[in-house]
């Protein structure tokens, strides 16, 4: 499940629950100040919300708007924690351990096997995957793994490069100065939990469904944690759309401009995985080997773009800041 903040230009009376972060005109110009051709102009209020979605393997796609931002997030956290209860739990790794040396189970041998229910779960991934999850074959957790992510990945790219191409609707609506700069640091201390997330979802969730050296892997935990990353890496274009759909004050476009391409600098280096995930096994076939995969996340070129940027407004806040 995905969860991702919005502020949205309330033309209904705001909920009790929910907070007013600020104010826009109802006929406003480019730069958010009054249309004055209007003379009986008025403010709305800008409510901030949180957009909850949910998705399966099977389809299921619904998205849900909450009014109180916070209970959403705590129950976000929640509910994923829940789904996670069900994957073998696993020790905290600072690297993902790939053991190719160790023997593999039979197919069919596993007594948690469940050839229907695998069926069932992977009617809608791709040929090839869902032959490896009900033939597994030699090294198939891990060609598994890498089919699945390298299928859904690119449709996580194809969504991300939408965000050049295709219109962006504007949810949230004209913030001043100050209002739309402290948003920004609010969306800035929102990237590191998710790049953590996307971190604890390789090493420590993932590694744990290709199961025990002398035991097959479970074809359904697999599957539960390529479709965890996914989530995690389309929060990271919903964090991105939440920048680009924000509509700043115009002296500001160029600051917000800076954290575009953001999400690319961090999904980039998660793409790496099924390509390193293909040449372990590769090295593999040619003999025993363990081998270390490891992400690295550094910062991306564009805080530094940002903050660097954020400096020059401070020297003139006169200027952009109402």
Request: charged content about 25%; proline content about 8%; glycine content about 4%.
């Amino acid at each position: 499940m995905a969860h991702r903040s919005l502020r949205f230009i309330e033309e209904e009376p705001v909920p009790p629950d929910a907070a007013v972060v600020g104010q826009a005109w109802a006929k406003s110009n480019k730069d958010g100040s009054p249309d004055r051709r209007f003379r009986d102009n008025y403010q709305l209020p800008i409510a901030l919300y949180a957009s909850l979605t949910f998705t399966s393997p099977s389809g299921l796609h619904e998205e849900f708007q909450i009014s109180n931002p916070g209970l959403a997030e705590r129950f976000a956290r929640a509910w994923n924690a829940f789904q996670l209860s069900f994957a073998s739990p696993g020790e905290r790794q600072p690297v993902m351990q790939t053991p190719f040396a160790r023997p593999h189970a039979e197919p069919g041998e596993d007594a948690n096997e469940e050839p229907l229910d695998v069926a069932t779960a992977f009617a809608k991934e791709s040929d090839k995957a869902r032959s490896l999850a009900t033939e597994h074959g030699k090294f198939w957790e891990y060609l598994l793994t890498e089919e699945l992510l390298r299928t859904k990945l690119s449709v996580v790219q194809k969504e991300y490069n939408e965000l050049d191409t295709a219109p962006l609707p504007i949810l949230k609506s004209f913030l001043n100065g100050s209002e739309y700069m402290n948003w920004l640091h609010e969306k800035l201390d929102e990237l590191t939990p998710l790049i953590q997330e996307i971190t604890d979802s390789v090493t420590q969730h993932l590694p744990p469904s290709w199961g025990k050296p002398g035991e097959a892997g479970d074809a359904l935990q697999i599957l539960r944690a390529a479709n965890e990353i996914i989530s995690r890496c389309r929060a990271l274009v919903n964090w991105e759309r939440d920048i680009r759909s924000t509509a700043p004050p115009a002296k500001l476009k160029r600051l917000g401009a800076t954290l575009h391409g953001t999400a690319a600098s961090l999904f980039t280096e998660v793409m790496r995985l099924p390509d390193e995930l293909a040449r372990a096994v590769e090295a593999a076939r040619r003999g025993p080997a363990k081998v270390n995969i490891q992400l690295t996340f550094p910062s991306p070129p564009q805080i530094g773009n940002f903050l660097a940027e954020m400096e020059k407004v401070k020297k003139h806040p006169e200027s952009v800041v109402s």
